[in-house]
């Protein structure tokens, strides 16, 4: 642990905020899922205090990105949509990672899309009900190319929240706990 805690902090650490996403030197760029732009229902953005919300307390900064239980899922609701824009400052290999809370193995994925790539099944793992880090599935190759990109999310089952998404260049890289923001409006 403090051995991964000094060569993060040993990291660049110059921050270009972008109008919705962000760039980060040193092959890491972490987003708060809740900025995405173009929320389509009955994806949406959840916070403390919501109406007809279970709220999920453990969030980095109260929020998070959700497509709440019993709202539906494909083929019978094909709607529910997010965008999530970010810049990469190095080319490269890249390592999805997303801070998820899943309520069941029925309600544990969301369906993603890099660009213009193939949409692949995000989650699936077999941790419930608790916040944690799920890596992007074994056979997924992410080579991003220096500049700006977007990660499209999309509703495959509900019941399933994304607080965080990371794209790191160190393979060895595992995130625990929640992650130093470099997306507008978050930590530094």
Known sequence: MTVRLLRKLSLPMVALGLTAGATWAGGRVCLEAETATAVVAPMRVAEAGMTNADFVPGASGGKYLEIPKDAGHPP?????????????DE????????????????????????????????GKDATFNAWH???QPPRLKMTLTKGPHALMLRNRQDGVKLDQVLF???KRYVPVGVEDVTSPGGRP
């Open 76 to 88: 019978a609701v094909t709607n529910g949509e997010a965008r999530l824009a970010f810049a990469i």
């Open 91 to 122: 080319s490269g290999d890249y390592t999805l990672w997303g801070r998820g809370y899943w309520l069941s193995a029925c309600n544990s994925s969301f369906t993603m899309q890099v660009d213009d790539g193939l949409p692949f099944t995000f």
């Open 133 to 135: 880090w799920v890596k």
């Open 168 to 170: 790191v260049l160190d």
